[in-house]
């Protein structure tokens, strides 16, 4: 039954995560009164990309290469990290929340550092805003993390992520969970360059952020971007299923709940999508703020 689980979870990490491109991509074209692209759309881009050849500047290094490749096994440890179904995770280990922030972390400066490797000036201007705004996002992601873990007296996402902690954490601190619920989410869109931090479809160079930094990636090095940012959208989306449905048992019933209210944050990031317009570049600091903010509150209101 072990064994099973296992590769359940497995499957779901490596399957499930380019879906919920295909979700978001269907809600705002519904939303827009169109029929939009085919839910499986991300599956066959990745698969066309990887068949494909890559063109390699002469002027870049071993960095350029590295990036995506970290990229792609930075997300895929973090999600190894996070518990999925029954609540618990592939690896866990005490302190993992900060291993998964460093994680993540390691993967946006390899990212950065590929683009700075190009030599242009678009990339490197992706690259500093980048910077930027992580100093604002990672402190929110901190915080909202060490507020479930004050509540529980745990120093591990399996153990105050599991559907009895949080239980109880809802019965005992409301007020706290709603207010990281809200800080993560605002993390997510930053984190996964979605409006209205940034917009994943524009081509305008001087409003772009995350994906200036990969212009010069094709072939299998940008499939491997592609993957690893929907592996990075599944990981912070499994993050908040986990803190708003607190079902464990019965199991069907868990792992029933965890995949739908993981497509279900997918729906939701497209209605935001489709309601608003992305924020002006001085805005968005204020945004990640209030984000900082809202976890800060929680943890606050945790010290008794």
């Known amino acids: 039954m072990i064994a099973v689980e296992i590769v359940a979870k497995i499957v779901i990490v490596l399957a499930l995560p380019p879906l919920l491109l ?3 991509a269907r809600t705002k074209a519904r939303v827009a009164g169109r029929v939009g692209p085919p839910l499986l759309q991300p599956y066959y ?9 890559s063109v390699v500047s002469s002027t870049t290094t071993w960095m350029f290469l590295a990036g995506p490749a970290v990229g792609l096994a930075a997300a895929l440890i973090g999600a190894l990290l996070i518990p999925i179904g029954d609540g618990r995770a592939l690896w866990s280990f005490d302190g993992d929340f900060i291993a998964l922030a460093y994680v993540l972390g390691l993967a946006r400066f390899f990212t950065m550092a590929a683009a700075l490797d190009t030599g242009s000036a678009f990339e490197g201007m992706g690259a500093a805003r980048e910077a930027t705004f992580a100093c604002l996002a990672e402190p929110a992601f901190i915080l909202g993390v060490m507020a479930l873990a004050r509540a529980t007296g745990s120093l591990s996402l399996s153990a105050f992520l599991g559907s009895a902690s949080i239980a109880h954490i809802w019965a005992t601190a409301g007020a706290s969970i709603v207010l990281v619920a809200a800080g993560l989410l605002v993390v997510l ?3 996964n360059c979605r409006i209205p931090v940034d917009d994943p479809t524009t081509h305008l160079e001087l409003t772009m952020i995350h994906e200036v930094m990969v212009l010069d990636h ?27 449905i607190p079902i464990h048992d019965p199991a069907w019933l868990a792992w029933a709940a965890f995949v739908l209210g993981v497509l279900a944050v997918a729906v939701v990031v497209g209605l935001i999508e489709s309601a608003m317009a992305r924020l002006r570049m001085p805005h968005v600091p204020a945004l990640l703020m209030s984000a900082c903010l809202l976890c800060a509150l929680a943890v606050v209101l945790l010290v008794r």
């Open 189 to 191: 869109l930053a984190e």
């Open 45 to 53: 881009d990745i698969a066309k990309l990887v068949r494909k050849h």
């Open 22 to 24: 295909g979700v978001i």
């Open 218 to 244: 094709g072939g299998p090095m940008f499939g491997a971007v592609l993957y690893g940012a929907a592996i990075k959208l599944f990981i912070f989306a499994a993050l908040l299923v986990r803190i708003l």
